[in-house]
């Protein structure tokens, strides 16, 4: 059985920091390009961070380059969102997502809310 399980999201003030984890399990991990998406209230999906499958690329949306860094470790099967600086418009629902060819993983999300 396929499970992506996020946690660490959370209230935290502007300027503060959350590490938002992803535990992977029922695939191989390795193999797959691992992201973290976000989507607001009332706003679509958006592609956060990406790292590929061996964790020797990533990429970034412009709106956290800078603030927000990706990273994986493959032998605990569990992907990263380290978020610094953190502002009041990167409230969301932060999912964690595996893909591999045309074979998709999402996760149920966690809740990160920046407000003073």
């Known amino acids: 059985q396929v499970q992506l399980v996020e946690s660490g999201g959370g209230l935290v003030q502007p300027g503060g920091s959350l590490r938002l984890s992803c535990a992977a399990s029922g695939f191989t991990f390795s193999l797959y390009v691992m992201s973290w998406y976000r989507q607001a209230p009332g706003k679509e999906r958006e592609l956060v961070a990406t790292i590929t499958s061996a964790g020797g690329n990533t990429d970034y949306a412009d709106s956290v380059k800078g603030r927000f860094t990706i990273s994986r470790d493959n032998a605990k099967n569990t992907v990263y969102l380290q978020m610094n600086s953190l502002k009041p418009e990167d409230t969301a629902v932060y999912y964690c997502?595996?893909?591999?060819?045309?074979?998709?993983?999402w996760g149920q999300g966690t809740q990160v809310t920046v407000s003073s």
């Open positions: 997502n595996a893909l591999r060819r045309v074979t998709r993983y």
